[in-house]
């Protein structure tokens, strides 16, 4: 680092703004469909810098930097869209390489038609004897180009000095889609101390030997690199992201080693972006506790869709096969507190974050008016979303201190408002505390922040008491922000015949009246600036491990369908503006990373 510390440093912490998965022209899906933004662009554009987007032909910029970015480019097929892409390269004039410069014709709201589309030009990955050369030399060639070009920009911009404005991350996507399922996860490298080159998915299938390839080659490896993997979609994974699964024939003592691996590997999951949320979805198999209204909100698998019960299936990005309670983040958790009850160890410790998925190469473009960008065009079907943020408590505004926080869980996610959200976990945290200006430093003292853990003996058996804290968004003097309706604790359990359990606690504020007027997006209606409260466990028992986590919700405001159709009259306006099926509103929202109680004191963390 340029400075000892930055000009900012808050012992306490501050909160910092980021996305964790962008893609630009370097990945193969982006770049077919039109995205001509590079590395050094999408870095400009999350900074505040106006860029031009030359596949639309339109200059736009954001509202409000970000702290923080890396881009996820995919990994597989990097290789050939570097030789396909770059005039002079041995394969660039490749029929292979002509077909895949060729703009696709399609409409991507029907995602069937778009990946039928892709398929037919690429045969599902840019690789061919034409581009890659018999031995595939030539795209291992270029893969590493790419690589080097993605550290040498997140060098570029990257600002390590006293202001520390602005933090970069190197990354890659490890794009893992067996028979169409889902199981990605975004890799983020905690410094410049990285892989010589990425590890793919077209290379490493397996992913728990990935787990222990970025173990030994990263962490253990005695250069200073740091790496953590982070998964995301798993709504679209048919069960797969989180089904428990070992080697057969394994002991209990090599799973529980890997339950260890898999949870130092993967601190946190991605809960939202553009395709959709990972929250919770109602009705799922062996999951009680009754309806959560807010478990509908943004689901990209439609009603109806079959469950996979105990089992998995396949094919959910071409919206086939079932959907699995462990598609979801709030059961997942509680899968691990049972796999904890059997092994000693939680290996889906997660904590929640979210970002955009952008194919645009614009970071952090969230905000539902907006219809300039590609990855944010508003679609009428539900599921698909402007994207969402991650939020990281952390010291200072530099790669080692948001990657800890990220390590730490100290995070969370919303999809897309920028709410600040604190929330603290003992058993002396009272109700004064929210009048107190010296709440924030009580509370370390006296808990535990969000994605901590307490156990009988800190807690001396009795029941916790959580501080919940959370301040709206202000927004832009153009777009202000939107009030906030209510922050509830979602807590999570299971019994000894295996269901999962679930209760949601309202905690400061609750329903009320407010609604928008999708004429104009005007919200009207009542609402809170700021919501605090304490809240105890009131059927807490000490015996019983549990998770709990918080969810702050806003008041109605206009989804981005809604935007564009207020905005639109005559020739110009869709069609689907007037079916009585599009959603034209929506209620944005914020998830923080759990806090776990653990009966048993000696869990390995």
């Known amino acids: 680092m340029g400075a000892d510390r930055c000009n900012h440093y808050n012992p306490l912490r501050d909160v910092y703004w980021g996305d964790l998965h962008v893609h630009t022209s370097q990945s193969v899906d982006a770049y077919m469909s039109g995205t001509r933004v590079g590395v050094a662009e999408a870095y400009q554009f999350a900074r505040g810098e106006k860029i031009l987007l030359p596949g639309f032909g339109i200059e736009t910029q954001l509202d409000r930097p970000l702290d923080f970015a890396a881009i996820t480019d995919h990994a597989s097929d990097s290789g050939a869209v570097n030789l396909c892409t770059t005039s002079g390269s041995p394969a660039f004039n490749t029929q292979d390489c002509k077909n895949f410069r060729a703009p696709i014709v399609a409409d991507k709201a029907d995602i069937k038609k778009y990946i039928k589309t892709l398929l037919e030009k690429t045969g599902g990955q840019l690789v061919s004897d034409d581009i890659c050369g018999n031995d595939g030399s030539l795209c291992r060639q270029a893969r590493k180009t790419v690589w080097e070009n993605t550290q040498q920009m997140a060098a570029q911009f990257n600002n390590d000095s006293g202001s520390c404005d602005f933090t970069t991350f190197v990354a890659y996507e490890y794009t893992a889609t067996p028979s169409w399922s889902k199981v990605h996860r975004n890799i983020i490298f905690k410094n410049a101390s990285v892989l010589t080159e990425p590890i793919p998915y077209s290379v490493e299938p397996d992913v728990q030997i990935l787990w222990q390839r970025l173990k030994d080659e990263c962490i253990d490896a005695g250069t200073g690199c740091d790496v953590l993997s ?87 990005l071409m919206n ?176 000894s015949d295996g269901n999962i359990h679930q209760k949601v606690f309202d905690v400061a504020g609750g329903a009320n009246t407010a609604t928008v007027d999708v004429d104009d997006c005007q919200p009207e209606g009542p609402g809170h600036s700021q919501l605090c409260g304490t809240w105890q466990d009131p059927d807490f028992d000490s015996e019983q491990d549990a998770v709990y986590y918080a969810r702050v919700v806003e008041n109605p405001s206009c989804r981005s369908t809604g935007w564009l159709c207020a905005s639109s009259q005559g020739q110009g306006r869709p069609n689907w503006c007037d079916a009585e099926t599009t959603p034209f509103t929506t209620q944005e929202r914020a998830w923080t990373s759990p806090i776990w109680y653990s009966g048993n004191a000696i869990e390995k963390q």
């Open 230 to 316: 982070i998964p995301h979609n798993p709504n679209l994974s048919n069960g797969n992201m989180f089904t428990v699964s070992y080697p057969p024939g394994s002991s209990l003592q090599q799973q529980a080693d890997l339950a260890e691996l898999r949870a130092a590997m993967e601190p946190v999951l991605e809960m939202s972006q553009i395709k959709g949320d990972s929250e919770c979805r109602n009705g799922m198999w062996n999951v009680l506790g009754g309806t959560d209204e807010l478990c509908d909100w943004e689901k990209y698998r439609q009603a109806g869709t079959e469950d996979c019960e105990a089992g998995v299936s396949r094919g959910a």
């Open 320 to 495: 086939e096969g079932c959907v699995s309670r462990l598609d979801y983040g709030r059961y997942a958790l509680v899968e691990g507190l049972k796999e904890k009850q059997r092994l000693g160890v939680n290996p889906y410790k997660l904590g929640f974050i979210g970002s955009t998925d952008t194919h645009s190469g614009a970071p952090g473009a969230v905000e539902e008016w907006r219809s300039d960008l590609s990855g944010s065009k508003p679609n009428p079907r539900p599921g698909r979303t402007a994207g969402g943020l991650v939020a990281v408590w952390a010291e200072e505004n530099t790669r080692s201190s948001i990657f800890d926080a990220l390590r730490r869980r100290e995070v969370y996610g919303t999809s897309g408002p920028r709410m600040r959200i604190r929330m603290f976990a003992g058993n002396t945290l009272e109700a004064s505390l929210c009048e107190d200006p010296g709440a924030v430093s009580k509370a370390y003292q006296a808990g535990v922040p969000m994605g901590g853990t307490l156990d009988s003996t800190s807690l001396k058996n009795t029941s916790p008491q959580f501080l919940l804290m959370a301040q709206q968004d202000s927004g832009t003097s153009e777009h202000p922000g939107n009030l906030l309706q209510r922050a509830q604790i979602v807590k999570g359990w299971a019994d």
